[in-house]
């Protein structure tokens, strides 16, 4: 069975400052790999997708990286902002379809002004 | 742009009330799905529908039963509640498989 594990479970970074968010998975065999955030209170935003076939994908001041063979996802955030304080999940796909997303429990990150 | 609606934000149920859990999206989503989502655990599949009139199980589906009549409306019922079923229920949807989710607010449920 597929589980997703994302160390460390917060995480407190100064303003301005570069960091990586890391995302594990037990089984390689996935057709893709999405990271989200989660503000207090509220769902879930997608941030990035990155099919199986890929590297990495970027989003402005996001990217994300893939490497299959040894099951593991960083989310790397450039320049840092309070604004980037909230909880970032990573779900792996078994398949084509999001029915068989596999979601890590999320990296509570503070952005300290 | 209201995207998923879930409505209510909250709701405490005793046990062995009954409920239903309201989501609506207006982006003509072909996939909806129901997720809860307990403290310390990832996000779980209770049911999910690839288009109208179709539903199937997900990871999670005892105690809970949907519908899907229209495609802008998924909602989740919930008879008999247990305790176990207090958590946090979110509602996604997304226009094809594969592709990324949109989340609503989610619904807070306490049973006690």
């Known amino acids: 069975k597929q589980e997703v594990t994302q160390i460390p479970a917060a995480l407190s970074v100064p303003e301005g400052e570069n960091l990586v968010l890391n995302c594990s998975f037990t089984d390689s065999a996935i057709y893709n790999l999405q990271w989200f955030r989660q503000d207090p209170g509220k769902g879930l935003t997608s941030l990035l997708l990155?099919?199986?076939?890929?590297r990495e994908q970027t989003s402005g001041r996001l990217n994300a990286s893939l490497d299959k063979s040894s099951g593991r996802s960083t989310l790397y955030i450039a320049a840092s902002q309070p604004g980037d304080s909230a909880t970032y999940l990573c779900a792996v796909s078994e398949n084509f379809g999001n029915e068989k997303l596999t979601f890590g429990t999320g990296t509570r990150l503070t952005i300290i002004p | 742009n209201a995207g998923v609606t879930q409505t209510p934000k909250f709701r405490i149920l005793k046990i062995g009330q009954s409920m239903t859990l309201q989501c609506a999206q207006d982006m003509n989503h072909n996939y909806m799905y129901w997720y809860r989502q307990d403290p310390g655990m990832g996000l779980k599949l209770i049911y999910y529908s690839v288009g109208a009139g179709i539903t199937d199980k997900g990871e999670v589906p005892n105690g809970y039963n949907v519908s899907r009549s229209t495609t802008e409306y998924f909602p989740l019922r919930l008879e008999l509640a247990a305790p176990s079923q207090t958590s946090v229920y979110f509602c996604?949807?997304?226009?094809?498989?594969?592709?990324?989710?949109?989340f609503g607010n989610g619904t807070r449920l306490t049973v006690t």
């Open positions: 996604a949807s997304s226009p094809a498989a594969g592709s990324p989710l949109h």
């Open positions: 990155i099919q199986s076939s890929q």
